[in-house]
T-cell receptor
């Protein structure tokens, strides 16, 4: 059973298109995240939702819009794709960010490799 | 100043060597620390938590120095399979809840 699953695994698309990436977790976690990892391998947080509530919204172009229909799903929609959007996008989930402790179970999906041509 | 800083490397070491990575953090209120491992073209995966008293898992030892605000990872008797990028993670409380800060990662290549 895949704990955090993302689809699609690979996405090749032309500039200007609109695309979506889906993420689902079956770990019972309350918090989900989207990260972007570019060619320099730096993992940068984009968004975070806790129980469907947006709690982190980093400086990301408004072409990127996350949607969390329930706490087990966090999707990412990208409008008007640009060459610079090419990267690997990782979804992740963890125990609630509002709890204190050392066991968050922070788990990543296997990533979506987006190539904009 | 970045929340978490790591030397990106690369570290190229021969098999059997001992190698250590450090990671510094800027917020003295940070309360939880982890090391993650990321293989090429794969997702980051939890390697080990870092406890105040230090902890060991086989060939891996993690330590926390709160006074100097750094965590370290020591790998003994390096294996070829240890080649990967190692990311430190620091968790700091904020008014919206815990914030997870990832370092940029340290690249390790173990050479035969």
């Amino acid at each position: 059973d895949t704990a955090v699953s993302q689809t699609p695994k690979y996405l090749v698309t032309q500039m200007g298109n609109d695309k979506s990436i889906k993420c689902e977790q079956n770990l019972g976690h309350d918090t989900m995240y989207w990260y972007k990892q570019d060619s320099k391998k730096f993992l940068k947080i984009m968004f975070s939702y806790n129980n469907k509530e947006l709690i982190i919204n980093e400086t990301v172009p408004n072409r990127f819009s996350p949607k969390s229909p329930d706490k087990a799903h966090l999707n990412l929609h990208i409008n008007s794709l640009e060459l610079g959007d090419s990267a690997v996008y990782f979804c992740a989930s963890s125990q609630s960010v509002r709890r204190i402790g050392n066991r968050y179970g922070y788990t990543f999906g296997s990533g979506t490799r987006l190539t904009v041509v | 100043r970045k929340e978490v800083e790591q030397d990106p490397g690369p570290f190229n070491v021969p098999e059997g060597a001992t190698v250590a990575f450090n990671c510094t953090y800027s917020n003295s209120a940070s309360q939880s620390f982890f090391w993650y491992r990321q293989d090429c073209r794969k997702e980051p995966k939890l390697l080990m938590s870092v406890y105040s008293s230090g902890n060991e898992d086989g060939r891996f030892t993690a330590q926390l120095n709160r006074a100097s605000q750094y965590i370290s990872l020591l790998i003994r008797d390096s294996k070829l399979s240890d080649s990967a990028t190692y990311l430190c993670v620091v968790i700091t409380w904020s008014n919206t809840g815990n914030q997870f800060y990832f370092g940029t990662g340290t690249s390790l290549t173990v050479i035969p």
